[in-house]
């Protein structure tokens, strides 16, 4: 059974931080990339931060500097460190698996980032 599970979400004060974490399930083959999507209430899904098997990133402008995504290849893992958390980043935070076969999807998690 092919299964994509996050977790680390929660709520948060502004300026502060929060660790997402994502594993894939082994059953998951040839993995290319992994990454972070979010979706705010309203708008659209957008890419937060990717990372390929051979550890090229890249981020969203809006989080350079603040977010760090980080990959184990060998347990199919992904995570992503965010620090000086603003109220616009406030929204569900997916994990995306990109394979030879299919792409994948977490359910999502909460991030929330309010006084």
């Known amino acids: 059974q092919v299964q994509v599970v996050e977790s680390g979400g929660g709520l948060v004060q502004p300026g502060g931080s929060l660790r997402l974490s994502c594993a894939a399930s082994?059953?998951?083959?040839?993995?290319?990339?992994m990454g972070w999507y979010r979706q705010a209430p309203g708008k659209q899904r957008e890419l937060v931060a990717g990372i390929t098997i051979g550890g090229r990133t890249n981020y969203a402008d809006s989080v350079k500097g603040r977010f760090t995504i980080s990959r184990d290849n060998a347990k199919n893992t992904v995570s992503l460190q965010m620090n000086s958390l603003k109220p616009e980043d406030t929204a569900v935070y997916y994990c995306?698996?990109?394979?030879?076969?299919?792409?994948?999807w977490g359910q999502g998690t909460q991030v929330t980032v309010s006084s």
């Open positions: 995306a698996v990109d394979a030879a076969t299919a792409n994948y």
């Open positions: 082994r059953s998951i083959f040839s993995i290319y990339a």
